[in-house]
């Protein structure tokens, strides 16, 4: 199920490289309470939108970064 996340979040983050709308990267979390994600080796303690109510260790999610938001985990990529 892991790589079948992956492989979505690889479909979207396309989309938002095509759309212009800021860089974003998947994720995955290492650990919730403080939420920490692994991007590309680099664990970071990271804030998330409210609707990702529920992180968990495994998570494949999410990152937008913006010059003026910083990194924000906007959710959880699951998979079809």
């Known amino acids: 199920m ?7 979040a690889t479909t ?9 709308s800021g860089d ?3 994720g995955t979390v290492t650990a919730a309470s403080p939420l920490t994600v692994d991007i ?5 303690q990271l804030p998330r939108l409210a609707s990702y109510a529920s992180p968990a260790v ?3 999610v999410l990152v937008l ?6 990194w924000t985990v906007l959710g959880k990529v ?3």
């Open 78 to 80: 699951l998979a079809p």
């Open 40 to 44: 590309a080796g680099t664990a970071m």
């Open 58 to 60: 495994g998570d494949v």
């Open 65 to 70: 970064t913006t010059s003026r938001a910083g």
């Open 2 to 8: 892991a790589d079948a996340a992956r492989d979505l």
């Open 24 to 26: 974003v990267r998947a």
């Open 12 to 20: 979207l983050l396309e989309k938002f490289a095509d759309s212009g």
